[in-house]
């Protein structure tokens, strides 16, 4: 079966990419807020999470989440260095 998708694929392909009903548009601050509420009170059940967001797939969640998580502990060890180096020359 080169080059021919399998039922399953069609099916992933259409519910995470090609639905209408699925948001395309940046997270608004609204929908980052309440992902972050809902993983707190639910943990990491994306497809639980997901049925709470409108539009979005419980991959496009999982995937928010984790790069929310990411620019956090970025930011955090960027803060650390400049309180580091601010200190050092001082």
């Known amino acids: 079966m080169i080059g021919q998708?399998?039922?399953?694929?069609?099916?992933?392909?259409?519910?995470?990419f090609l639905s209408p009903d699925i948001k395309k548009s940046p997270w608004s601050a609204k929908e980052d807020l309440h992902l972050l509420r809902l993983q707190n009170d639910i943990g990491n059940k994306w497809a639980e999470i997901s049925k709470h967001i409108e539009g979005r797939t419980e991959?496009?969640?999982?995937?928010r989440f984790n790069s929310m998580i990411k620019k956090i502990?970025?930011?955090?060890?960027?803060?650390r260095q400049e309180v580091e180096n601010v200190s050092n020359a001082l």
């Open 59 to 63: 991959n496009q969640v999982k995937n």
């Open 5 to 16: 998708r399998q039922g399953k694929q069609c099916r992933e392909r259409w519910i995470n």
């Open 73 to 79: 502990k970025e930011d955090k060890q960027q803060a």
